[in-house]
């Protein structure tokens, strides 16, 4: 009912000399008959930067036309603290935990990504062991960045209960996560060369305690969650985007997989012991709201998978590379590490000129990447729907601002 | 799939007449071309199948800013990443923009035109991205410097190295001996003074 008033609403023309009648109108006969002479005017909206829908400190200056948003401003840069300078003042190892702070529901890929970087320009190897470890806390890093967007996501559209549920799943990561490095958000756990240390006893039989009971609740939350009636009302067929469009935007990761591109750096450029792995890159194809929001549920599927498997071929052996100092110094050169973060392609770029400090250090966030395409995905679409727009892009804007 | 085909390829090829990708140790496959050639550069590798835009990224040097742009492409089999370097003097740093080829340059254009100052021509908005309109400077050049931001402090809070590299030898004792000899300063001033040197030393 509520929908059906808005679009007959957008229909109509409204100024302000009328709008009392209007109102009275709509109160008494649900419509309005004659819509003749009245006109349109647009406004300007403020959305944040401090809203409690906006992810994080977001400002958008929206433009609207009764129910209807015909543009949308961007204004980032409210989280902005110049990560790229303070990364050329401190030595390779001292960034780790700055990486910690840029996608901080998911600061375990950063801390990959950055020391793949480092590996990549100082030609290190990594022992088996540790890309083991490193492969099963980035996929459990996956499954509580996605149970995080699930919860937000229902919460947007009105539903609060999933909330309590997803965030005790999550709990559970966190605590696994305490008892292997000993923080629950920032981590610093994946260190140049490896991982900080080797997995307590019983880490591995209670992750796959973990895994495995969530595996059978998924069920039950795509059910309570995705397979709501007004949850898919909410969702489907809004902000559609297509493949040529997400490309031409420069989407990565969930959002871009939506719309049936298959680009997952996990087989497109693989690493670590990727391809020794059996899983699914989960592709949707109308790059709506709801295909967003399912494929990260399906991804949580996949990730559960690979847990296993990791756990299952996890050899024993050193967990860092020998002879790595805490100062030290690459040679001369370039190197590039990107993974598959929950967001997308996160990618660093780091430059040595032979000393301890990098050079260099470019962040690629997914993210600002995928935060770019808001404008061109909403605009046309009804200001309540934005929200859940940028929702499912899934913006983390201690990534989008660096 | 892919990286078996990559290793079977051998290591460069040619895209088009004349540009010629060759890989290179850290980064994968690589494309320098100069910055007059940059757009045709760029159109080529479009053309070739690389339709989604990464980054760019400028790095500071005395005389230049190097560019590094990434492309990837969803359509080809194999070498299915680009690094595109060009380098742009910094008396004129001006580069054609991207942004017709790949929507998504505009934003990473912006960025790169805030934080080191080149100019993107023909970018339909380019205005600062992160920071505000009316900041100085470029901040990720490395002779930028932040000292017109103290004015308010009556540069009682540049006694740290920079400062004193700066102005060597006069400005600091001085400094230092007007702060002993002030007793009748009012007591927060005097603890605001001991909060800024202690931050200062943590951070050598």
Known sequence: ?402 | MSDENIMNQGNSEEISAGIKIVEEKGIGYTLTVEREDLFKAASALKEAGFDLFLFVSGIDYPESIKLTYRVYSSKRQNKLAVMLKTEVPKSDPTVDSLVPLWSAANWHERETYDLYGVIFKGHPDLRRIFLPQDWVGYPLRKDYSDDHMTVMDDGKKDKDKAAAKDKPAAAAPKESAEKQDAPEQPSDIADANEVSTNGSDKNE
């Open chain 1, 1 to 402: 009912m509520g929908l059906i008033k808005m679009s007959k609403l957008e229909e109509m023309k409204i100024s302000n000399h009328n709008l009392s009648e209007l109102e009275k109108d709509l109160a008494l006969n649900g419509e309005v008959e004659s819509t003749e002479d009245i006109v349109t005017e647009e406004l300007a909206i403020h959305f944040g930067p401090q809203h409690p829908s906006a992810h994080g400190v977001f400002h958008a200056i929206f433009h609207v036309k009764g129910e209807v948003v015909t543009k949308i401003e961007p204004d980032i840069g409210y989280l902005h603290r110049c990560f790229e300078k303070i990364a050329e003042n401190r030595t390779y190892t001292q960034f780790i935990p700055y990486t910690d702070r840029m996608d901080y529901v998911a600061s375990m890929t950063n801390n990959w990504a950055y020391c793949m970087a480092v590996e990549k320009l100082a030609g290190i190897e990594v022992p088996e062991r540790a890309e083991h470890i490193r492969v099963i806390v980035g996929e459990l890093q996956r499954i509580a960045s996605h149970l995080v967007f699930l919860s937000t996501a229902g919460s947007e559209a009105g539903a609060l209960t999933p909330f309590v549920y997803f965030f005790d799943e999550r709990e559970g990561i966190l605590t696994l996560y305490e008892k292997i490095c000993g923080a629950r958000l920032t981590y610093n756990y994946i260190r140049i060369g490896g991982v900080r240390a080797d997995a307590p006893e019983g880490w591995l039989d209670d992750t796959l305690a973990f895994v495995t009971r969530l595996k059978k609740r998924m069920y039950d939350y795509d059910r309570l969650v995705l397979g709501n009636y007004i949850f898919k009302k909410r969702f489907i067929g809004v902000a559609p985007f297509s493949a040529e469009q997400a490309l031409d935007w420069g989407l990565t990761g969930p959002p871009l997989r939506s719309t049936g591109v298959s680009y997952d750096v996990r087989r497109s450029d693989p690493y670590s012991v990727y391809p020794r792995l059996e899983f699914d890159v989960v592709v949707k194809y109308k790059g709506d709201n709801y295909d967003r929001a399912c494929i990260r549920s399906d991804e949580i599927k996949q990730s559960i998978r690979i847990i296993e498997q990791a756990i299952e071929q996890i050899p024993e052996g050193p967990v860092k590379a020998d002879g790595i100092a805490k100062v030290f110094k690459p040679a001369a050169g370039e190197g590039y590490g990107h993974v598959e973060s929950p967001k997308g392609d996160l990618g660093f770029y780091v430059v040595s000129d032979g000393t301890t400090k990098p050079y260099r250090v470019k962040i690629q966030g997914p993210s600002f990447g995928n935060l770019q395409a808001l404008p061109a995905m909403s605009e046309g679409t009804y200001i309540g729907d934005v929200v859940l727009t940028l929702g499912t892009l899934d913006p983390v804007f201690g990534e989008v601002d660096r």
